[in-house]
């Protein structure tokens, strides 16, 4: 379940950081201080029209949109209804007061699903594995897959919502990428995989993060987890968040406010 959450920026050119999930995860962490089961949620960045500085991002839209994602029902409603008890919630320097809520309808997913990256791709936790949490690894070889597919297999075994069997039944994983997406990037000299740093229990790590579009092949039900739990690690603070590369599949409606309690 997927939703999007409008807010009106009440102080025009207001500033967050580039990359601001930390402040995001903090934010959700403020909202529930008990949380949710961190298999099970995930997050974008912050949309709105925006201008780059030195500092970060400034946002001059009157708008600012936030799309925040669960397979656990009574997180979302928590959220939503703690969000909207408040005339105005602070990320960062902007000053936001809600306004209100899109629902998105996804189709059902097949074996094969072409998506986008709309927050970095992480490959491994670098507590457990700290050498390809940061070491670049090319999205073309297996290892790329091998590495996401164990992260999102560790993160659907623990979260209790699918049985031995069905746990048994997701074995086919394959990320294909975008190769003429790659190929111009490296000609227009840009970058799809960046350092970021994130903090975790006091101690600070550097991670590498992908966006890049791709082709993933997979059971139905790993690909509805995936569209609504993120991929790979530390999608709980707000990394791996995908979006489907055919938008016009994607339905959105409005939430009347009474609703916002029983999405």
């Known amino acids: 379940m997927r939703v999007r959450v409008v807010f009106v920026l009440k102080n025009k050119g207001a500033m967050v950081p580039f990359h601001h999930q930390h402040l995001l995860y903090q934010f959700v962490r403020d909202l529930l201080p008990n949380g949710g089961q961190i298999n099970t949620y995930n997050f974008s960045g912050l949309k709105g029209q925006t201008q780059v500085s030195q500092k970060g991002l400034h946002f001059f839209s009157s708008k600012v949109s936030w799309v925040v994602s669960s397979l656990d029902k009574n997180f979302l409603q928590n959220l939503l209804a703690s969000i909207f008890s408040r005339t105005e919630v602070k990320v960062g320097?902007?000053?936001?007061?809600?306004?209100?809520?899109?629902?998105?309808?996804?189709?059902?997913?097949?074996?094969?699903?072409?998506?986008?990256?709309?927050s970095p791709l992480v490959l491994a936790n670098p507590n457990k594995n700290s050498f390809y949490a940061k070491h670049f690894v090319s999205p073309s070889i297996d290892l790329f897959s091998d590495l996401l597919y164990e992260a999102t297999m560790n993160r659907m075994e623990s979260s209790g919502l699918y049985s031995e069997e069905e746990m048994k039944s997701f074995a086919k994983f394959q990320v294909i990428p975008d190769k003429s997406y790659l190929e111009k990037v490296k000609n227009n000299d840009k970058k799809f995989a960046r350092i970021y740093t994130i903090a975790e229990n006091g101690t600070k790590y550097e991670i590498r993060g992908y966006t890049f579009p791709f082709t993933l092949y997979a059971h139905p039900k790993v690909q509805n987890?995936?569209?609504?739990?993120?991929?790979?690690?530390?999608?709980?603070?707000?990394?791996?968040?995908?979006?489907?590369?055919?938008?016009?599949?994607t339905k959105r409606f409005v939430l009347p406010h009474w609703e916002m309690a029983v999405v």
């Not at 320097?93 to 306004?99: A, I, M």
């Not at 987890?225 to 709980?236: A, D, E, K, R």
């Open 225 to 249: 987890f995936v569209i609504n739990c993120g991929l790979g690690s530390y999608t709980h603070k707000g990394y791996g968040m995908l979006d489907l590369a055919d938008h016009s599949q």
């Open 93 to 118: 320097e902007l000053l936001l007061q809600p306004e209100y809520v899109e629902k998105e309808i996804f189709p059902e997913l097949s074996n094969q699903t072409r998506f986008l990256c709309i």
